[in-house]
Structures are given as structure tokens and as C-alpha cells.
């Protein structure tokens, strides 16, 4: 019963590095998205996306890629790290139609030093 | 422009008594409400929904109530448990779904 899996769980960068945080979905889903969440901000879209090869932005894209080059996965890339990027990032995924769900993985905590 | 507002930050209720959370929208074209609840170092679990259509939705213990001309949702709970305290998030949107920052309840025992 995987659901949305995220890697890492927990990571540390130096501010400039580039790094990929990993999303996987096995439910078939067509729409994939990223989530930062922070202290009183709430979750913010980053990016997300309808389908494999579609992609879009979010509320607060910049610093970070995308790519859908299959329906399962999603990767997350940050191009240059800064401090301003610490954040726990979730990936999620959902469906269309009558009682529309989001799934959401288990977070990936991100410190930029 | 933030979307989706949760103006609570925080609530406390007595265990047993209703727990009624709101969230208010400004975009008339979202097709589906959420709620999502949170406890530390996990990801958002989902609870209820509600689409456009519809103006309450029930799930045991959970009621979703939408008012499209206020632009309003809120999440009603009853009786409220000591479990239920946690961060709850509302979101609206179809596929692309903007969260509003959420209200931490805290049921008292």
C-alpha cells in the first residue's frame, strides 16, 4: 500500500547546491503536485502537474524544476539552494471526479546552511 | 492575493462539545472543498470533501457546510475528542488545489 512516496526524508545542503527531491505515486493518478509548507504560511503550491510531459506553476515556483516524463513520477529540483528554501516539502497526487482526494506523502525535510 | 484564508490561527474546545472551523475563498470557479487534518511530522491526512454543487456533505463525526454566495466552508465536529487535536487545513481548487494556512484545535479532556 505505497501511496505517495517522497525521498529523502531528511536532508542538508550548503547554500548553491542543487539537489532532487524524488515523488513516486502507484494509484494511477493523473495530477501530481509539490507543497512547501512553513510556519504560519500554510501548504504553497510550487509546481504541479495534469499529466506526463505537462507541467505548471504554482503560488511560489521560483528556485525549482519539474518534469513529469511519466505518470508515477514527479521530481522536484532545486537548481541553487538558498536559506530561504528550508522548508518540509510534500508531494501529492489525486484524481478527478465525485469526492476528489488529495494524497499526500510523508514529507521531506530540507535544511539549507 | 491569498485565495483561500483561515482567520483562525487557533481554537480550543472542550472534549464532547462542536468544533467549528472556517475558511473563506475568494475564486467562485473552484470545483471542489477540502479539509485536511495534520499532526507534526507527517503529511496532511485527508478528511472530508464537498464539491461546488453541494451545500453539506457528512462523514460520521465530520459535516462539511459550503455557502457559495459568501464564498464560506466550514468543518463541524461533533463530539469533539482529545485525538481530534491536530492543524486543519481547508483547500479548494479542482486538480491545482490552494490551502489556506490552517487553525490548530486543541480539544481539552
Known amino acids: 500500500n505505497a501511496g505517495v512516496t517522497q525521498t529523502p526524508k531528511f536532508q542538508v545542503l550548503k547554500t548553491g547546491q542543487s539537489m532532487t527531491l524524488q515523488c513516486a505515486q502507484d494509484?494511477?493518478?493523473?495530477?501530481m503536485s509539490w507543497y512547501r509548507q512553513d510556519p504560519g504560511m500554510g501548504l504553497r503550491l510550487i509546481h504541479y502537474s495534469v499529466g506526463a510531459g505537462i507541467t505548471d506553476q504554482g503560488e511560489v515556483p521560483n528556485g525549482y524544476n519539474v518534469s513529469r516524463s511519466t505518470t508515477e513520477d514527479f521530481p522536484l529540483r532545486l537548481l541553487s539552494a538558498a536559506p530561504s528554501q528550508t522548508s518540509v516539502y510534500f508531494c501529492?497526487?489525486?484524481?478527478?471526479?465525485?469526492?476528489?482526494?488529495?494524497?499526500f506523502g510523508e514529507g521531506s525535510w530540507l535544511t539549507v546552511v | 492575493d491569498q485565495q483561500v484564508k483561515q482567520n483562525s490561527p487557533s481554537l480550543s474546545v472542550q472534549e464532547g462539545r462542536i468544533s467549528i472551523l472556517n475558511c473563506d475563498y475568494t475564486n467562485s470557479m473552484f470545483d471542489y472543498f477540502l479539509w485536511y487534518k495534520k499532526y507534526p511530522a507527517e503529511g496532511p491526512t485527508f478528511l472530508i470533501s464537498i464539491s461546488s454543487i453541494k451545500d453539506k456533505n457528512e462523514d460520521g463525526r465530520f459535516t462539511v457546510f459550503l455557502n457559495k454566495s459568501a464564498k464560506h466552508l466550514s468543518l463541524h465536529i461533533v463530539p469533539s475528542q482529545p485525538g481530534d487535536s491536530a492543524v486543519y487545513f481547508c483547500?479548494?481548487?479542482?486538480?491545482?488545489?490552494?490551502f489556506g494556512t490552517g487553525t490548530r484545535l486543541k480539544v481539552l479532556a
Open positions: 494509484m494511477n493518478h493523473e495530477y
Open positions: 483547500a479548494a481548487g479542482t486538480y491545482k488545489y490552494i
Open positions: 501529492a497526487s489525486s484524481r478527478t471526479g465525485e469526492g476528489n482526494t488529495i494524497y
